[in-house]
């Protein structure tokens, strides 16, 4: 599926992707408005919807309640270069969760498509072409 990209006034940059529009803005400080995700957010949530995806898979197949269970992403930033150089991702289990699944519960968040691609991304050509 390609992804169409347009744009709207200020910062606004939307992707159409099939039948969906993805809306992005930048934050005011960033000469937006702020009135949506900016598109790096949307990168960082990806990989926690990801691994949340596979987990609730994985509940799901085994009849274990995911209603409780919630996935925390956090990030790790040099605080000089302000570059994220690392992100966490803690599931937080309710205290009834099944003890035999818990590490397994941890590799099924681990085989989230989106950390495999930045484990080994992709060539990323970028170019002009005519209309």
Same mark, same amino acid.
């Given at each position: +599926? !390609?992804?169409?990209?347009?744009? #709207?006034?200020?910062?606004? /940059?939307? &992707?159409? +992707?099939? @039948?969906?529009?993805?809306?992005?803005?930048?934050? /005011?400080?960033?000469?937006? #408005?702020?009135?949506?995700? &900016?598109?790096? !957010?949307?990168?960082? &949530?990806?990989?926690?919807?990801? *691994?949340?995806?596979?987990?609730?898979?994985?509940?799901?197949?085994?009849?274990? !309640?995911?209603? #409780?269970?919630?996935?925390?992403? %956090?990030?790790?930033? !040099?605080?000089?270069?302000?570059?994220? /150089?690392?992100?966490?991702?803690?599931? /937080?289990?309710?205290?009834?969760?099944? =003890? @035999?699944?818990? =590490? *397994?519960?941890? %590799? *099924?968040?681990? $085989?989230?498509?989106? @950390?495999?691609?930045? @484990?080994?991304?992709?060539?990323? =050509?970028?170019?002009?072409? $005519? &209309?």
């Amino acid at each position: +599926m !390609d992804i169409e990209v347009y744009f #709207e006034e200020g910062a606004k /940059v939307n &992707a159409r +992707m099939g @039948k969906h529009v993805i809306k992005t803005d930048q934050k /005011v400080h960033g000469g937006g #408005e702020d009135s949506a995700p &900016a598109p790096f !957010d949307y990168f960082l &949530a990806s990989l926690v919807t990801c *691994a949340g995806i596979y987990v609730k898979v994985f509940c799901d197949k085994r009849g274990i !309640d995911s209603s #409780e269970i919630r996935i925390i992403q %956090k990030h790790r930033n !040099d605080p000089q270069s302000r570059r994220l /150089v690392g992100i966490d991702l803690d599931i /937080v289990l309710p205290d009834d969760f099944p =003890e @035999k699944y818990r =590490e *397994a519960v941890i %590799k *099924a968040a681990d $085989q989230c498509a989106v @950390k495999r691609l930045l @484990k080994d991304p992709p060539a990323i =050509e970028v170019r002009t072409v $005519q &209309a």
